[in-house]
């Protein structure tokens, strides 16, 4: 995870949202090329699959904040969001609360058209991918904006109401 999450995580007091809409990222990244050629993590075998970034996840969620991940998804699933929900049990395992949203239950809702995180909603990461879904332009652009960070937590709350808890979610 980029160092720009990672630092307004430390520093985050109550909150983190995560909106994730694509349904492909970085499909050259190891472990997905890996899940593709049908490797598959033993969840028993926690220092298999733990990895730094969990460790982030775990500190934040310890001192308090909420953490929440929410992956607005096309049915039925892409390859690369199906490797996502089969390693979602390690974002669940580090403090994360995860939902999945069907676009076929977003019908009314206004979404942003980038992805990114809100931190108790005065900071705003957003995300900038190709429509290969790769890292393009200033890919991570940190924005300090009370406003702007309302706006994309009020519509991550209305997207969350109708999203499913992961341990409910079973894909199309």
């Known amino acids: 995870m980029a160092t720009a999450v990672r630092e307004c995580l430390a520093m985050a007091q109550r909150s983190a949202m ?18 593709q050629a049908g490797h598959r993590y033993d969840r028993a075998d926690r220092d298999a699959w733990w990895r730094p970034w969990l460790d982030v996840v775990a500190e934040a969620t ?11 998804v096309s049915e039925p699933l892409s390859d690369y969001v199906r490797y996502e929900y089969d390693g ?18 977003a019908r009314g809702l206004l979404l942003p ?20 879904g790769q890292w393009t332009g200033p890919r991570m652009e940190v ?13 991550y709350e209305a997207a969350w109401e109708r999203a499913v808890p992961h341990a409910e979610y079973r894909p199309a």
């Open 62 to 72: 310890a001192r308090g904040v909420v953490m929440r991940r929410l992956r607005v």
């Open 113 to 132: 058209v980038l992805d990114g995180w809100v931190m108790d909603e005065e900071t705003v990461i957003l995300h900038h991918f190709s429509g290969e």
């Open 18 to 35: 995560h909106l994730e809409m694509r349904d492909s990222y970085m499909r050259d990244d190891p472990e997905f090329v890996r899940w």
């Open 88 to 105: 979602t049990y390690t974002n669940v395992a580090a403090g994360e609360d995860v939902r999945w949203l069907p676009r076929s239950r």
């Open 143 to 155: 924005v300090h904006d009370a406003e702007l960070a309302s706006r994309y937590a009020a519509a």
